[in-house]
């Protein structure tokens, strides 16, 4: 039995109700049931409903399930981009999803930030010939995040282009303004609290118009996973293939316990624990920031420079049953990753402070 | 609590040892642990070892984790095609892998019989071009099945076109002869009775190379799973993205225990259930064969006509906690499909047919 709390950024501690979800899955037979029967569509439009309400999403977006956010980078690509996409990248997952559009043949423009620093919006000037920006909420890699307010400056200056905000390790934190972008998505690993193996993505009809007229020109959009087909089998509350039905099911109670919590609960919670670890890093002799600007500080994934690598802090947490990530690659010894995530507990985070604060200094 | 035995043919009823493996991810925090870490990689040997043993996989064939078998068919096509394709189409399945060759910019020739027929590749001459050809050795939607024997005659014909055979809803059934195909895939929900979630695919050497052969002509052939970032990973125990981690680890369990079992009394047993089956069909008054040539009738996925509706039969059979699958599409009304697979017990098997003799003669 494995008793450890993890305060990793990815895959991350399981939401303390999962366990008891799981068991109703079994109960229930969810691993069993047909994806084209009625009790499947009853799964799927819970979850979809339950997010809708979470995010307060408007009813002219749509919401997908498909297998990863690295599933989606690639279905972003190959639905909304005919020659060419911009990209905010500093950090190794926003560079990625720029190689993405690469690797489909297409042109990236690339406004570039180094690892641990980020984007002044005013400063950006997007190419006009730019059909899509990508903008990435929380970089998982280094804990600098793009505020909401910055986000939505975006659209300003870019009428045409359609906007997409990588929020993976960040919803349901941040408050999006859907009126200021097209698109945005989540893994549900992260502050969902459960096992990988899908991405949430959701779109509104400007995205829906740019796939459906690649199409008419002769382009090729993909194949299950366009987003007509998925809109075509989402309508009746189902998936092009047999999907991970059973994280469908997990996804759809856990938000069901987070609506009922509140989402204004969940992020003021969110900001008092980081208002904890970032107090701490300020304190420590051994921590301290690794993102200077605090504005671009991120709430869900803390990251601090670190004098005592994360292997040796982690064999000294080890007796409490507690641990916490590295640093990303080559960060791995000279920084620290701490998930602040809704399965990280009030209680929990006071309690990993404390022990960190007596054992660390 | 659902209580119900499912002999629906996808998904399909879990293997009776799946919640305890459940039980045992829960404990082990298997949903939790990072994907690049040691715990992981060893699910993943694990899984990957299993597989290998279960299906007498030949060192130089590899095997990779996707999401679901449709998105195997589009990443064969991706990979291995730069221009034609070639199908044996009989049904629901194999076509809709076809149209993904077409909706993929390439130029897919088919070979077409009828619902509830199947091929005889004497008879068959694949055009030269193809650079691949596309078997399914189980269609699900009409059960009817390609023989081993028949499989392995393509490549006498053809010995350059790589051969993918589509076993979704039969391994570890067939015996194949990896020396006469290139690649296989399935999915877990079917025969491995898992929830959906995962696609598994095995690749030889030639596969790779038509991949790299590929790229070095500057086409594009996807982005994170692609054949190379599959196997740049796979080497070392990874996935490019994060995966299904939790269907990885029940995977490489319910392997271990089909390796406890030993696949040759599985193999034994399908076909003792399957005679059980069609001999109830051929005496019954109510259902008949759906596939005419005996050679070519499915072991795993029996089909049947019959004069009452699966919707009909199912509300007899509902007080005695059982439930079989209707026939696809429009053959919903008249036809049955009953799962054969491992987790339908050779007990279960004879009181489902004992009780269906009872109530429908």
Redesign the interface.
Known sequence: ??K?L?F?V?????YPT??QH?QSA??????????RGKQFEAIYKNANDGIRTLLNIPSDFHIFFL??A??I??RI?ENCVEHTSFHCVNGSFSKRFS??ST???KKAFIEKADFGKGFYPDKINVPAEAEIICLTYNETSSGVSMPVEDINKFREKNKEALIFVDAVSALPYPKLDFSKIDSTFF?V?KCFG?????GVWIVNQRCMDKANSLLKKGK?I???HTLPSLLSKGKDNQT????????IYLLSKVVEDFNKKGVDTIRKETELKAKMLYDYIESSQNFSFAVEDVRLRSFTTIVANTKISAADINKKLEPFDMAIGSGYSSYKDTQVRISNFPANSVEQMETLVKKMKELFN
């Open positions: 039995m494995n450890k993890y990793t990815g895959p991350s501690e399981l999962v366990a799981v079994l109960d229930e037979k969810v691993g069993v049931i047909s994806h297998s990863s690295t599933e980078w690639e690509i190689e993405f690797e489909l043949g893994s690993q459960l096992p990988a193996g899908l090729s993909g194949t299950y092009p293939e047999t999907p991970n039905v059973w994280n």
